[in-house]
């Protein structure tokens, strides 16, 4: 019932849609109040093929290769959906039927029947048609122009029952109006008495719908529930004698028993005999577990079959052979590291040998009067002191200037005083942290390439934003537009690999350590020199954290 309401519920929301497209199509509306000369006029022609096309058209958006679609022309034309229109005599012949006057009294308003059988359905099919009409105004008045006529077969909504002779299945449906008073279709096996005094009975009946109600009727006792169509305002009513609806459930009560018996049967059986499968690998493979618990990593199931057992039996197997191959693993790394320290032991060795060595030297250049050799070994015993003592990675910037001072000494020594540096550290940002080696690479590159004599290299330092800006400035040879455009891609790990610690090598570990938005930048031009901009947040070197963060003690003591 539920199936039928809603199927003839949408069906008639999608005619009710038809016919909007039809009764407010100007283009229809001017077509029938203009002449009918569609046999002479080749204007006129156009305009009744166009609302044949209309016509098929919404034909197609009620998706019912039996509907019909018609307009009644008050001219005295109908003209349909089909290739073929009807004339006087069908118009006359409608005309004269109950819904052609109701429908012009509705003014506009959806006139629904069913059934129908009239002069448009003779023709077509004996069944009865679904049919709403609507009558169709002109656009400059409320005066009729014609009738939107759309109609489906009953049978697409609403199917035929049992024969009465049925008795498992003798049931009545009903199709009632709104005010429930006139039956507008029964199908199935009668019932005594008269259906429309039943339909009044019904409606007295205030409950909720879709539950079944009893009803005595012509002393046997029937049940019946109603459903309604809500777009319509209509319901579908059925009858069920009670005797034929026990007996029914009666039926289905003793076989649904049955059916669950024999079920529970075969269920108990295959479930017996499932565990007994599954019980003993899964006892073996239990057992395996235990042995790799107590550390015997030789462990292995016996595997058998192809089903989930299995396959976790042979799961298990390469865990075991996995965990063999993890503790060699960990057994030669361990192996490895003891190497390792025993490595990192030789070379720290041969720095303090080398620089207690330069130490040597130095003081025998003191007493030898070599003063320029002196000044060199100091410095460069700094360089190494700095290297050997400073464990730390972020350090001040304060301690990265005083590195790089003993690194130009060396080179003003080197070149012999032409290379002119000039340095600007401001106090506010002395405390601040950078990575160590930061500055030393890039002045190294400019005193190569600059290849300019004297050379100048002016390195400064300012905050920006809440960050740290240094920039180091010479006056070299420069680069050309392309020549720096191949040092910037350099610069991108995708375009390069690097060696030692170049730009390139600076530029990365700033990358990796603070961020992508910090690093080094180029600005270059032939015969003007070179700037090198290095941008890195602003660090303190006692915690490693950025300038205004809190740091948030995370240890836990045992």
Request: aromatic residues 8%; charged residues 20%.
């Amino acid at each position: 019932m539920r199936s039928v309401a809603m199927n003839m519920d949408g069906l008639s929301e999608r005619m009710m849609n038809a016919s909007n497209l039809i009764v407010n199509d100007t283009e229809l509306q001017n077509f029938l109040q203009a002449p009918p000369e569609w046999t002479d006029n080749y204007a006129s022609f156009q305009q009744y093929q166009n609302v044949q096309k209309k016509l098929s058209n919404i034909k197609g958006i009620i998706m019912d290769s039996n509907a019909m679609v018609a307009v009644i022309d008050f001219r005295g034309y109908v003209h349909t959906s089909s290739l073929e229109s009807g004339g006087k005599p069908v118009f006359n012949g409608l005309t004269g039927e109950p819904w052609y006057r109701l429908t012009v009294q509705q003014q506009g308003w959806p006139y629904w029947q069913l059934p129908y059988q009239g002069a448009l359905a003779q023709g077509a099919d004996a069944k009865p048609w679904f049919m709403l009409t609507r009558l169709i105004k002109s656009p400059h008045g409320d005066e009729g122009i014609g009738i939107a006529l759309i109609a489906i077969p009953s049978e697409s909504f609403f199917p035929g029952t049992a024969a009465a002779g049925d008795s498992e299945q003798a049931h009545t449906l009903m199709l009632v109006t709104g005010d429930n008073s006139k039956v507008l279709d029964v199908k199935g096996s009668p019932i005594a008495g008269d259906p429309e005094q039943l339909v009044t009975e019904i409606a007295a009946d205030k409950g909720p719908d879709a539950v079944l109600s009893r009803l005595p009727v012509g002393g046997r006792d029937y049940l019946y529930s109603t459903v309604p169509v809500p777009r319509i305002g209509w319901k579908v009513i059925e009858f069920v004698p009670q005797t034929d609806l026990t007996g029914q459930l009666n039926r289905i009560k003793n076989q649904s028993f049955l059916w669950l018996f024999a079920w529970f049967a075969v269920f108990t059986i295959v479930f017996v005999i499932l565990m007994l499968r599954f019980t003993g690998p899964l006892r073996e493979l239990l057992l395996s577990m235990g042995k790799l618990g107590q550390g015997d990593f030789h462990a292995q199931v016996a595997v058998r079959g192809a089903d989930e057992v299995a396959k976790l039996g042979v799961h298990f197997n390469l865990m075991t052979e996995s965990l063999r191959g993890l503790v060699a693993k960990l057994s030669d790394e361990q192996k490895r590291k003891e190497a390792a320290k025993f490595q990192a032991l030789q070379a720290q060795i041969n720095p303090h040998f080398l620089f207690n060595t330069l130490n040597s030297i130095k003081w025998m250049a003191v007493l030898s009067g070599s003063q320029h050799v002196s000044q060199m070994i100091t410095r460069l015993g700094k360089l190494l002191e700095f290297s050997m003592k400073n464990d730390r990675e972020i350090i001040s910037l304060e301690e990265e200037f005083a590195y790089l001072e003993d690194y130009l000494e060396l080179q003003k020594i080197r070149f012999h005083d032409n290379v002119q540096i000039e340095t600007q550290l401001p106090e506010a940002v002395k405390d601040c942290g950078i990575l160590k080696f930061t500055l030393q690479p890039i002045v190294e590159n400019s005193i190569i390439h600059g290849n300019r004599t004297p050379l100048s290299i002016r390195i400064s330092a300012a905050e920006y934003d809440g960050g740290l800006e240094l920039t180091v400035k010479d006056n070299g040879k420069g680069m050309s537009a392309e020549k720096l455009e191949q040092v910037k891609l350099a610069l991108h790990p995708e375009h390069a690999r690097y060696n030692g610690i170049g730009i390139g090598n600076v530029h990365e570990r700033l990358r990796m350590h603070y961020g992508v938005e910090y690093g080094v930048e180029l600005q270059s031009m032939e015969s003007e020199g070179t700037t090198v901009t290095i941008r890195v947040p602003l660090i303190m070197p006692e915690t490693g954290q950025r300038k205004g963060e809190q740091r948030h003690d995370t240890s836990i003591n045992s």
